[in-house]
């Protein structure tokens, strides 16, 4: 039987930015945030907060009746500490979107943090021969938004 998450299209992003790992942490573990950064979306979340390991929230994409919902579940949690990195783990659970996701910040000396956004997805329905397509367009989708989600 195929592993088909090694079939599944990468998307991987490095970024650097000035804000403290803890502060990174906190901008890019905002759920509700993330949906604000992808065009048509919105972050729905379905456990109560703070956010941990087995948490559930669901990004909604589409206009009127026309649209799918990409749940996720936390998977692993673990923020950063003093000069430990930090990772959280995504597990994408849809009918149209699956895959998993994963956010690590690690903190830099002096000041700053190095962020590592790495995303394996699947369309359902959509012929591999797309995959290619698939991952340029995430990649390029998911750097502007962790550029946003790191403003202020």
């Known amino acids: 039987m ?46 109560a907060p703070p956010t941990h390991q087995g948490t559930i929230f669901i990004a909604r994409t589409g206009v009127g009746r026309i649209t799918f919902d ?20 995504l597990e994408k659970r849809g009918r149209v979107v699956t895959g998993w996701a994963e956010i690590e910040i690690r903190p830099l000396p002096g000041r700053g943090s190095e962020v590592h956004w790495r995303e394996e997805l699947r369309l359902r329905g959509l012929p591999r021969v797309l995959d290619p397509l698939v991952a340029a367009a995430g990649r390029l989708l998911f750097s502007r938004a962790l550029t946003r989600l790191l403003e202020r």
Do not use: F, K, N
């Open 2 to 47: 195929p592993d088909y998450d090694a079939l599944m299209p990468v998307i991987r992003i490095v970024h650097r930015t000035s804000a403290p790992a803890a502060e990174a942490w906190s901008r890019l573990t905002d759920w509700e945030r993330h949906g604000a950064q992808v065009p048509l979306t919105r972050t729905i979340i379905e456990t």
């Open 70 to 89: 990409d749940p996720m579940e936390v998977v692993l949690w673990h923020p950063p500490a003093a000069d430990s990195p930090g990772l959280v783990r």
